[in-house]
């Protein structure tokens, strides 16, 4: 898998990277002795100090002002056996020479390692692969050979994302023994049983860690996932085996959500252009809605399950959490591992929880409320002026109200997401899923409010389903162009600009010599550092609020959606394939926190539907002369249907049976085993007392 050409692949890299799409014919260009080949005869792999050859999987790039005995203990320490506390991994400086020495940081390390190493790290990270029967067990390296797959050393057997991910494990844990500091550095401590890497980072010493693109690999992914327009299926398996499960589910949950919305898009046109001056008909659209929005997650579940236990992460045990690298304390004693590590007093992290942070949060929500009044008395200016002149100018500048504050919308939620990190940080979190966690939940808070609280204003205060459909549209559509603009033409514009002066130094200096690995690494590093799937889940939790809440007064709002989803797919795949460093996998079983945000969601979807039935005139008909029993009545349909709801997401089961089965086929056979072990175990003490 990893004897690659480092030649070809790195120019086809920098051909896609500028947006180039014949790469074999640029190729041929710039070597023109190659035509018909395309190919150079050199492999993607370099020595270390021993005369061992391997190819390079991550790039350590430390300071370029990096005391030399740090950079001899930490490249022992990542050279040593695992019996002595170390990596036991392989390792080698990158060579930089000529003109590039000066203006390239010649501290850059590259990482690999054996495929008896990778194999036994596979074991110790817990990798789940898929046995000779079918059933997806944990790997150990003794029991190998009855593994699917497996065939000779096991070259091919874990995916590129596999190996990069083990190796950034076994640097994680690489940790401090009896040192007191790091090498030259006696300001920086080090106490025993400290992540080495975790300190190097936190203090500026390690610049950055990012697995290297495979451009083979990355060549055949692109063309079969976004370089080429079609309706089809995501290769889903592929872009696990590449990226890794947490970009893979993402890209399910996508891929999902947009099918998901495909029945009421088709449902939304018709009822759009029949009925779009006949509000009272959204009654019938809005019971749809709570119907699909309740089965909508139920459903996801299943298929969340049956991805995660494809790819062997759904019974896989999640590792220890270590300590964030920005968490600091004064020295203490962790009961659980046994080490030393710094210990925070949570009384502390609380009090900054609620004196600093939620009461910025709570003051940020009522700028946000201030500024919706401001939009509303735009709006009240605007009608003024259509009033007093009806004509076509005048009824275009009934929507620059809605434009300008979904602008300052976007706005709002930018300055905040800065904001909540800043106070995320300072409240000082000790594991990084505590920090998201709470970075989720401020995010979300303000998000919902700053996005929704105008639509529910309209709603239920003003009762004005003309100006909500109005307000809903312009605001959705607005969003997306903004979103589009954000992350897909203002990406693709910077990376071709900052990639013009490396496509013309290829065409003036290339000639018939092979780019060197040095190109490669130069550019990836140069990229921006790829922050997750944060971002795109939060867009697509803002897009089911517009859908599931309010789209029974705007139908097309589905439609919409569908068609922002299916550029979506192809702006993330090429920014996370061409923009942005490759990220390390992460071996998640499911959407996280983001699963119970949807929920949370859905949940309010149903109250507001059921409220918006209750403000149609076909519904106040029945009830001319008793509004308390109106609201009684909405209220009692509106538990009925959370009940149902809860029901429903207790009948149907979370995991599909026949992976229920394996799974419990599994935990029987490891039980027997067990079993079978202690019981050989009592056999011998026997023996050995006589």
Avoid at 362 to 380: G, P, Q, R
Avoid at 617 to 632: D, G, H, S
């Amino acid at each position: 898998m990893f004897k690659k050409k480092v030649g070809e692949q790195a120019l086809n890299f920098i051909w896609l990277a500028c947006g180039v799409d014949d790469v074999e014919e640029l190729n041929a260009a710039v070597h023109p002795d190659n035509t018909g080949s395309g190919k150079m005869q050199s492999s993607l792999s370099v020595s270390d100090s021993d005369g061992s050859s391997f190819a390079p999987l991550v790039v350590l790039e430390l300071a370029e002002n990096t005391e030399a005995e740090a950079i001899t203990w930490l490249l022992n320490r990542i050279k040593d056996k695992q019996q002595n506390g170390g990596a036991e991994l392989l390792v080698e400086q990158l060579q930089v020479s000529g003109q590039d020495e000066q203006k390239r940081n010649p501290k850059v390390f590259l990482v690999g390692s054996t495929w008896q190493r990778l194999l036994s790290g596979a074991e110790d990270v817990g990798l789940f692969k898929e046995f000779y029967d079918g059933t997806m067990r944990g790997f150990t390296y003794a029991n190998r050979e009855n593994f699917k797959d497996f065939e000779g050393d096991g070259d091919g057997f874990l995916s590129i994302a596999e190996c990069q991910y083990i190796i950034k494990h076994e640097l994680d844990t690489l940790r401090a023994k009896g040192e007191k500091y790091v090498p030259g550095y006696p300001k920086v401590k080090l106490y025993p049983g400290k992540s080495v890497i975790r300190r190097l980072q936190s203090k500026g010493i390690l610049v950055q860690v990012f697995p290297l693109h495979d451009k083979e690999e990355l060549k055949r992914l692109s063309f079969s996932w976004y370089r080429k327009i079609k309706l089809s299926y995501q290769p889903l398996d592929d872009i696990r085996h590449y990226f890794g499960e947490g970009l893979g589910l993402y890209f399910g949950f996508l891929e999902y959500f947009t099918f998901a919305l495909v029945p009421m898009a088709f449902i939304g046109i018709p009822y759009y252009l029949f009925a779009w001056e006949d509000y009272d008909r959204y009654v019938l659209f809005a019971v749809f809605n709570l119907l699909w929005s309740t089965v909508f997650l139920e459903v996801w579940k299943r298929c969340s399950a049956q991805l995660a236990y494809r790819w062997g992460t759904l019974s896989r045990k999640k590792a220890f959490e270590e300590p964030r690298p920005g968490f600091h304390g004064v020295l203490g004693f962790n009961p659980v591992t046994g080490r030393e590590e710094p210990v925070y007093p949570n009384t502390k992290r609380q009090l900054r929880i609620y004196l600093v942070s939620v009461p910025f949060v709570l003051l940020c929500l009522y700028l946000s409320l201030h500024v919706m009044m401001i939009y509303f008395d735009m709006e009240n200016w605007a009608l003024s002026i259509y009033d007093e002149d009806p004509n076509f100018w005048t009824s275009v500048l009934l929507f620059i109200p809605s434009i300008i504050y979904a602008v300052v919308i976007e706005l709002m939620n930018l300055l905040y997401r800065y904001a909540a990190e800043f106070l995320t940080h300072w409240e000082n979190h000790r594991l990084e899923s505590s920090f998201q966690n709470h970075l989720v939940l401020k995010v979300l808070v303000f998000n919902f409010v700053n996005c929704f609280a105008s639509l529910f204003y309209i709603a239920f205060v003003m009762q004005d389903m003309v100006l909500l459909r109005q307000s809903l549209a312009t605001l959705l559509i607005t969003s997306q162009i903004l979103n589009q603009v954000m992350e897909a033409f203002l990406p693709y514009w910077l990376q071709r600009r900052r990639n013009k002066k490396v496509h013309k130094r290829v065409k003036r200096m290339m000639g018939d010599k092979e780019l060197p690995l040095v190109e490669q690494i130069q550019l990836e590093s140069d990229m921006n550092t790829y922050l997750g799937t944060f971002d795109d889940y939060l867009e697509q939790f803002l897009l089911f609020g517009y859908v599931s809440l309010f789209s029974c007064v705007y139908p097309l709002a589905a439609l919409l959606v569908v068609l922002n989803n299916v550029t979506e797919v192809y702006s993330d795949a090429f920014k996370i394939c061409h923009v942005f460093k490759r990220p390390f996998s992460e071996p998640t079983s499911d959407i996280g926190v983001w699963q119970l945000a949807f929920e949370t969601m859905s949940a309010i979807a149903v109250v507001t539907n059921c409220a918006l039935i209750g403000l149609s005139p076909q519904v106040k008909a029945y009830f001319p002369e008793a509004e308390t029993q109106l609201i009684l009545t909405v209220v009692a349909v509106e538990h009925i249907i959370l009940a149902f709801k809860f029901v429903l997401a207790f009948v149907i089961p979370d995991v599909p049976k026949h992976i229920q089965i394996k799974l419990a086929k599994l935990e029987f056979e490891s039980l027997e085993a067990l079993k079978k072990k202690k019981m050989l175990e009592a056999t011998e003490i026997p023996k050995t007392d006589k």
